[in-house]
Every structure is written in structure tokens, then in C-alpha cells.
């Protein structure tokens, strides 16, 4: 059994309740997402710590095992598969894999936390319109960008139309990426791993100003909520935006 105790003052499982994720992509950054918060504890529904639901219809390859978190037996197996296999394995537990490709499954992509990852900006842009523009049941959507240095994450309310214009901005169109958006033509395990753990963060810290602990409160309001987090980590450097606000973004 997972002894829980020494993340319990930022994440107690126990008051996660009937609150749900989907993971959309289980790839560079969405394997690691989805072990996360297995390791948080997210997504054991028997013991009252919400639901995990992971979309994708990708097989695992042998190019995934350097920048995934999968092993050389998953190769050729689904990567949803492969990934639910891990979770019961170390967790004790089984997450909602779904071995599908999300194009307007609605009602089933629904959830308090949409981790968008697909590996091109026009899926995800396909995916929002048809699946989480104005998704009542959801509070915030997460999604990631990377290239070997650096990265993006973004993390909005799909009921503001101020977040939703302003995370639409930011799209581009596929040819003008440099690489796929989930780093799967170009990506190393620490840019990987630093925007999961950044990616995970977003949820922890809305989740706990809203429904847990105050230990992310300030003076009984929740923290700031950075919607746009830029890093590079060769050289280090971090850039923070508000979206809505006309202030100037914070560096670091």
C-alpha cells in the first residue's frame, strides 16, 4: 500500500473525491503525466481519489523508450495499455484506458482536468472546438509544448472567452512548428520530465487552492494562476503570463 504522508501538506488523496482528469496523448509528455499523478495517488476511484481517463491509439515503438516511461515488452502494444499495466503494477490500482483517437467523444472526454496532448497543434485545436470549448464540467484544460531545450505550458478555463482568445493566439500551424508539439520528432528525458512535473503543478496547485488544503493560499485567496509558464533550460530562464491582464509578463 502507498504511504502518502509526505506530500500530504501540498496533495491529500482523501479529499481528491469523485474529481476526474483525462489525459489526451500518452506520449513524451502524456506517459509521464499520466505516472504522476498515479503517484500522487490520482485516479484510484475505489479509494475515493477521483478517476484517470487516458486516450490514445498509438502503439509504443521502439524510439518512445528514451523519452517515455515505457519498457522494451510494451513495444507494439498500445501505449494506453501498456501504461494501465504499469499503474497496477507499482500502484495497485487501474486507471480508464482508452486505446481511441479523441475526435468528438464530448460527453467522455468531459472532466475537471483536461491535459490536452496531442502531437499537432491542428488536433488540438480540432479537439477544444468539438470536445472542451464551453465543457461546464471542466475547470481547467493543461497543455503542453516542447523542444529540446525549452518548453510551454498553458493552463485556462474553456468557460472564460478571455482565456479561450487568448490561449488561441498562441496556436500555429503544424509546418511552422520545429518540432511536433509533444516532441516526438525532437525531445530529451530532462525537458521531459521538468515540463510533466510543470504540467502536473498547474493541477496541484488550482486543485488545492480550490477544493484542498490552504497551504496555497495567501491572505484566504488562492495563489496567482500563471496561464502561460515558458522555460528554457539550456541556458536556464522562465517566463510567466496572466492571461486577461495588461501587465507585462514576469521573468526570471
Given at each position: 500500500m502507498i504511504d502518502y504522508l509526505r506530500q500530504l501538506d501540498l496533495l491529500d488523496p482523501k479529499q481528491i473525491g469523485d474529481r476526474s482528469v483525462s489525459l489526451?496523448?500518452?506520449?513524451?509528455?502524456?506517459?509521464?503525466?499520466?505516472?504522476?499523478?498515479a503517484q500522487l495517488g490520482w485516479g484510484n476511484a475505489s479509494q475515493g481519489q477521483g478517476t484517470l481517463k487516458v486516450f490514445d491509439d498509438d502503439e509504443v515503438a521502439e524510439h518512445n523508450l528514451a523519452n517515455q516511461i515505457y519498457e522494451p515488452s510494451h513495444v507494439g502494444a498500445k501505449k494506453v495499455t501498456a501504461l494501465k499495466e504499469m499503474i497496477v503494477r507499482k500502484f495497485g490500482f487501474e486507471i480508464d484506458a482508452r486505446p481511441e483517437k479523441v475526435t468528438d467523444q464530448r460527453n467522455d472526454v468531459g472532466a475537471k482536468y483536461v491535459f490536452l496532448l496531442t502531437d499537432t497543434m491542428s488536433s488540438r485545436e480540432e479537439i477544444f472546438e468539438k470536445c472542451l470549448n464551453f465543457q461546464f464540467a471542466t475547470d481547467l484544460v493543461i497543455e503542453t509544448r516542447m523542444g529540446l531545450r525549452d518548453g510551454r505550458v498553458y493552463a485556462f478555463n474553456p468557460n472564460d472567452p478571455i482565456h479561450?482568445?487568448?490561449w488561441k493566439k498562441t496556436l500555429y500551424k503544424d509546418e511552422e512548428a520545429e518540432v511536433s508539439a509533444c516532441g516526438a520528432s525532437a525531445s530529451i528525458i530532462s525537458t521531459v520530465t521538468f515540463l510533466s512535473a510543470l504540467a502536473v503543478g498547474r493541477l496541484v496547485q488550482h486543485f488545492n487552492c480550490n477544493y484542498g488544503s490552504d497551504t496555497l493560499?495567501?491572505?484566504?485567496k488562492p495563489m496567482k494562476m500563471w496561464n502561460e509558464v515558458h522555460f528554457s533550460l539550456y541556458p536556464e530562464a522562465m517566463m510567466l503570463r496572466e492571461f486577461g491582464k495588461e501587465v507585462e509578463p514576469v521573468i526570471f
Open positions: 489526451i496523448g500518452a506520449g513524451a509528455t502524456g506517459s509521464h503525466i499520466a505516472w504522476y499523478l479561450v482568445a487568448e493560499r495567501v491572505e484566504g
